[in-house]
């Protein structure tokens, strides 16, 4: 007898939906079993667009792995190999853990010296100062949205009693399965692709003017380089937003694990904090959580699952709420909390290890600028492809349009039409896009999306890119009206 069947399962894990590892991805590793098996394709290997630094061949840090060594295992401490200055951090690190041993469970809100580096890094990032006390160490990025998300819902979670949160449009779709989960509204505004995905004011206030009649709305995320968009926001445009939200009394949720990733000439990261401050004391009250994580950037360590949030103009008891409902998991991964810490305290000048670090991250930093300038170059080079310049983040955003023939044909298979492509394309050239309507870019006539990363090795990125253009000139043709 079944006593859990898909009718009677709690209705949340039904609603969550989250289309980048769907049956695309599934057929990924199907055609990589064929290769595997000597199928003859016309490519070698699968390269999946996700955002998998060095799963697509980002080389780690040499100190950052230097010191998880030495904590996983201390007994290397006598080994010649390691340099001093990371012998001197993984001490550091064990000596503020119960037992000295990674292995020990630490407080709610991550071990101590760790909160710490994070917050210098804040200090020294904005000019103002940030306290250990508002940070958070968390399981990844992932963890710190799914907590937020859940924090802002309200006590009814049906009907327009629920919360509603703001959410750009494209989006990363973790915002969409974790409003699902908590069966919040999501209140979709357009980010406006003509001016290379930026907020625009007057669709937040119709969104959000919408939308109050079905919700309670309580916050708005703000993707900052943007993921799937790889834009990077002005300071005048956060300034905007910060001023919006607070009109409108809204918490400002800023998802800014990208900051590292900034390529454009004239480009830079704002922090949404330091906006915030340069505002003044008139905004002394405003509710920020920012959020970051070691998976991105010259770090690149997904799968460590190491991320934080900062509690910015909250109150003692709500913090306390949320170190009480994050204290159910124990703790969050030390390990991930160690690469965390590390990602916000590299070495510094003078530092043993500091030459090596500043050529490893430099390498990876400048290949990543010129995949990100080679990127826009070639899909705008596409025919019936235009591509925003991919400023910042690891992603480009390209729209094609597709003739009415492929629309069509894409019917045929009981597949949208942008599916459709990145399907074809998969199966052609081994490169697994992402298809636009999985960040509820549905496509509007004739036009659709697709996301791709920048993040191939060189080696890789050139062939990867000539099989595209063959593919897709041959698409195109095999479509044409």
Not at 92 to 106: E, F, P, Q, R, W
Not at 278 to 290: H, I, K, N, R, W
Not at 448 to 456: A, E, N
Request: net charge negative; with cysteine; proline share 5%.
């Amino acid at each position: 007898m079944e006593v859990l069947t898909d009718d009677n399962i709690n209705p949340a894990f039904k609603r969550v939906k989250y289309g980048i590892r769907g049956w695309l991805e599934d057929r990924t590793y199907k055609i990589k079993q064929e290769l595997a098996m000597g199928e003859i394709k016309p490519f070698s290997e699968v390269l999946i667009h996700t955002g998998n630094p060095q799963g697509m061949g980002q080389p780690p840090i040499t100190f950052f792995r230097q010191v998880l060594a030495l904590i996983l295992y201390p007994d290397l401490q006598d080994d010649p190999k390691f340099p001093q200055d990371a012998k001197d951090r993984a001490k550091k690190i064990l000596n503020d853990t119960i037992g000295h041993t990674i292995s020990s469970y630490s407080s709610t809100q991550g071990i101590g010296t760790l909160r710490q580096d994070v917050a210098d890094y804040i200090t020294r990032r904005d000019g103002y100062p940030a306290t250990h006390e508002d940070i958070l160490l968390l399981n990844g990025g992932a963890e710190g949205i799914e907590v937020m998300m859940g924090l802002v819902q309200t006590a009814v979670n049906e009907g327009n009693g629920r919360a509603g949160v703001m959410i750009p449009m494209p989006s990363y779709s973790m915002y969409q399965a974790r409003l699902l989960e908590h069966n919040s509204h999501q209140i979709f505004y357009r980010l406006d692709e003509d001016q290379n995905w930026a907020l625009n004011m007057p669709e937040l206030q119709n969104r959000l003017k919408e939308a109050r009649s079905q919700c309670i709305p309580r916050a708005l995320v703000l993707i900052n380089p943007g993921n799937p968009t790889g834009q990077v926001l002005t300071y005048q445009n956060i300034q905007e937003v910060i001023k919006f939200c607070s009109r409108e009394k809204l918490v400002l949720f800023a998802d800014e694990v990208y900051q590292e990733n900034v390529y454009a000439v004239g480009a830079q990261f704002h922090s949404c904090k330091k906006v915030l401050r340069d505002l003044g004391a008139e905004y002394s009250d405003f509710q920020l959580v920012s959020l970051h994580s070691s998976a991105k950037g010259y770090t690149g360590e997904c799968g460590l699952r190491g991320g934080c949030i900062e509690l910015v103009g909250f109150g003692d008891e709500v913090k306390l709420r949320i170190k009480t409902y994050l204290s159910v998991r124990s703790c969050s991964s030390t390990v991930g909390q160690v690469i965390m810490g590390l990602t916000c305290n590299p070495p510094k000048p003078g530092d043993e290890s500091y030459e090596r670090f500043l050529e490893e991250s430099t390498s990876i930093y400048e290949s990543l600028k010129k995949k990100a300038e080679l990127t826009t170059e070639i899909l705008n080079s596409l025919q019936n492809v235009k591509c925003n310049e991919v400023a910042g983040a690891m992603y480009a955003f390209p729209r094609i349009t597709l003739t009415q023939k492929a629309i069509d044909e894409a019917k045929t298979h009981s597949l949208p039409p942008d599916e459709f492509y990145c399907w074809q394309a998969l199966e052609k050239t081994g490169v697994y896009l992402i298809p636009g309507h999985v960040f509820d870019m549905n496509g509007n006539g004739s036009n659709f999306y697709f996301r791709i990363t920048i993040l191939p090795s060189e080696s890789k990125f050139i062939p990867m890119f000539d099989r595209l253009r063959k593919f897709h000139q041959e698409f195109m043709e095999q479509f044409k009206d």
